[in-house]
């Protein structure tokens, strides 16, 4: 049962425009929520977090919605740039476990 | 700070062979998780360490066996490969336990088990 659901498996945006990347969740006791960033052949880094308590956080040219009544995040990416190309992760924490989505490639186009 | 160490960076097993993987991290940090990504997958969590001598499991712990005898090390071992256990192996640390706290992932061992 995937607890936390990335629905689209690629995006592809043109450079300058707005990237929205989607998560879908179940479990109502998740307290974090958080993106990450792959690269190939690399780990995955952090990019941003959210509290359930907060419906928005942003840094810089991204910003995290979280809408708690409809189990559903989304990541914004403005302006998109040919170097956001990469795998991103949702994830989310809940009592010591971190569950992540099936990730979504993200092809930002020159 | 080297930050999160993971060796072999490569493996190849036969069926039926046994491994550990190596995980270290120069942090301090309480948290250890391991993770294995599959194609369409995603991440899925293993098994997770929350100090020195406390393990439990994650999403898919069958398999696979844990230990942590130091803040620094979380070793993860394959005691019979099976060709299940194909894939991309990440390991990961955080500073606090008791809470969300950003996880530092290592650069990744990729098994192939024959």
């Known amino acids: 049962d995937q607890q936390v659901k990335q629905n689209s498996p690629s995006l592809s945006v043109q450079e300058g425009r707005i990237s929205i990347l989607n998560c879908d969740y179940t479990n109502s006791m998740f307290d974090y929520f958080l993106w990450y960033k792959k690269y190939p052949a690399e780990g995955p880094t952090f990019l941003i977090s959210i509290s359930s308590i907060k419906d928005k956080n942003e840094d810089g040219r991204f910003t995290v919605f979280l809408n708690k009544s409809a189990k559903h995040l989304s990541l914004h990416i403005v302006p998109s740039q040919p170097g956001d190309s990469a795998v991103y992760f949702c994830?989310?924490?809940?009592?010591?476990?971190?569950?992540f989505g099936t990730g979504t490639r993200l092809k930002v186009l020159a | 700070n080297a930050g999160v160490t993971q060796t072999p960076k490569f493996q190849v097993l036969k069926t039926g062979q046994s491994m550990t993987l190596q995980c270290a991290q120069d942090m301090n940090h309480e948290y250890m998780s391991w993770y294995r990504q599959d194609p369409g997958m995603g991440l899925r969590l293993i098994h997770y360490?929350?100090?020195?001598?406390?393990?439990d499991q994650g999403e898919v712990p069958n398999g696979y066996n844990v230990s942590r005898s130091t803040t620094e090390d979380f070793p993860l071992r394959l005691l019979s490969a099976a060709p299940s256990q194909t894939s991309v192996y990440f390991c990961a640390s955080s500073y606090g336990a008791s809470t969300y706290n950003e996880q530092f992932f290592g650069p990744g061992t990729r098994l192939t088990v024959l």
């Open positions: 994830a989310a924490y809940g009592t010591y476990k971190y569950i």
């Open positions: 360490s929350v100090g020195a001598g406390i393990t």
